[in-house]
């Protein structure tokens, strides 16, 4: 089975673009989760879905972060104008109902 | 709250010695506990788990038991290897938010030959 899949793996832009970030979860899972891992704060939960709703978003930064689940195999992060300050490397996950998550190979955005 | 606190990193070994990570928790249910690795370049991925008290999850050589006295749940390996280098992470999670979980802060074990 095809495990979480996310796209680009690779982003480098310049300050003020718009940035998006994709994640297509493993088939069947009903919960997706977008993090942000850098070394001055770790692995920080940005934002979770269950059943393609949002159901806490209170870890989204600021503003200039969005998150949609249009259906259950697609999701994405949005960021919008980016700056330096973003550069991290998010990660999608996902499950079906159980504490375990799957965690896709990462976005390593970088923004100049 | 809910949190999860890990041994302060990094940690280096050299080949063959004993690893212990130091986790404790504190949460407001009854949480299952988890250790995830992320190995250089990867997402992170479940290495062990344990549901319940006394619990001990085992994989790859790594072992950690649940020990609710202590809100504890140690890693520990009795021989590592090259291959072991990686963050590793406690997490929780309860069962009445089964999708959500709390991780630790990582830490970074390198071991050299």
């Known amino acids: 089975d095809a495990g979480v899949i996310q796209s680009p793996r690779h982003e480098v832009t310049e300050m003020g673009q718009e940035v998006t970030l994709r994640c297509k979860p493993i088939?069947?899972?009903?919960?997706l989760f977008w993090y942000r891992q850098t070394m001055m704060r770790g692995l920080e939960l940005l934002i979770y879905?269950?059943?393609?709703?949002?159901?806490?978003d209170s870890g989204m930064p600021e503003d200039r972060f969005s998150a949609k689940m249009p259906n259950a195999s697609f999701s994405t992060l949005k960021i919008q104008p980016s700056e330096p300050r973003d550069s991290a490397v998010y990660f999608c996950?996902?499950?079906?109902?159980?504490?375990?998550?799957?965690f896709g190979p990462g976005t390593r955005l970088t923004v100049l | 709250g809910n949190s999860v606190t890990q041994m302060e990193g990094p940690v280096t070994l050299s080949e063959e010695a004993f690893l212990t990570i130091n986790c404790t928790y504190t949460a407001t249910g009854y949480p299952s506990l988890f250790w995830y690795v992320q190995y250089p370049g990867e997402g992170l991925q479940l290495l062990l788990k344990a549901t319940k008290a006394d619990d001990k999850g085992s994989n790859k050589g790594f072992e950690a038991t649940y020990r609710k006295e202590t809100t504890s749940f140690h890693l520990e390996k009795g021989s590592v290897q090259v291959s072991d280098s990686a963050v590793y992470f406690c997490a929780l999670s309860l069962n009445t938010n089964a999708g959500k979980s709390t991780f630790g802060d990582g830490t970074t074990l390198t071991v050299k030959p």
């Open positions: 879905f269950n059943n393609n709703v949002p159901i806490d």
């Open positions: 088939s069947g899972h009903d919960y």
């Open positions: 996950a996902s499950t079906k109902n159980k504490p375990t998550q799957y």
